[in-house]
């Protein structure tokens, strides 16, 4: 028994257009995964774009205040109190943690508390250096900024 098939050229149009269904229904699942795999690349970009902008726009308001001794002659020593952040430091206080007598406390209390202290300003406090004084100082610094108040840092300078 031989069956005789008997193709149409309906039949021919027929395979060539599920053919082509098949052909275009892949081509679109690659190019939908590509598009998935896009926008999560897309969407992991601007999250990391604002979180730099957001970091940045914080270190704008920053103030980061900090400490150290110069010789500023024969056996003349400061301590230069100055602000390396970008941000304005309002409200600088100054404390000596130890008992050192390095610093002056008059001129301290002349001085501090600061109001302002801009970017790269400073504020110089007389050293007391003699060949019996400590060789470091611990001090504190505490301010107030645009993040916050009562930021401080513990310093340990040495002259």
Do not use: C
């Not at 229904?25 to 957001?54: G, M, V, Y």
């Not at 150290?68 to 301590?79: I, Q």
């Not at 304005?88 to 002349?110: C, E, G, K, P």
């Amino acid at each position: 028994m031989i069956l005789a098939l008997k193709i149409s050229p309906a039949d021919v149009i027929a395979g060539l257009a599920l053919i082509l269904a098949i052909y275009s229904t892949w081509i679109t699942s690659r190019f939908n995964k590509r598009q998935i795999a896009f926008e999560e690349t897309s969407e992991r970009l601007n999250r990391l774009l604002i979180e730099k902008e957001s970091t940045e726009a914080d270190a704008a308001k920053r103030a980061d205040l900090s400490a150290n001794f110069y010789n500023a002659g024969k056996h003349n020593y400061r301590l230069k109190v100055f602000n390396r952040g970008k941000g304005t430091a309002r409200n600088v206080r100054f404390f000596v943690v130890d008992d050192s007598d390095l610093l002056m406390d008059d001129d301290i209390q002349r001085k501090f508390p600061v109001p302002i202290l801009e970017q790269h300003a400073f504020v110089e406090l007389f050293a007391a250096v003699s060949m019996g004084s400590p060789s470091r100082a611990h001090i504190k610094l505490v301010w107030d900024d645009d993040l916050g108040t009562g930021h401080q840092k513990e310093l340990h300078p040495s002259w």
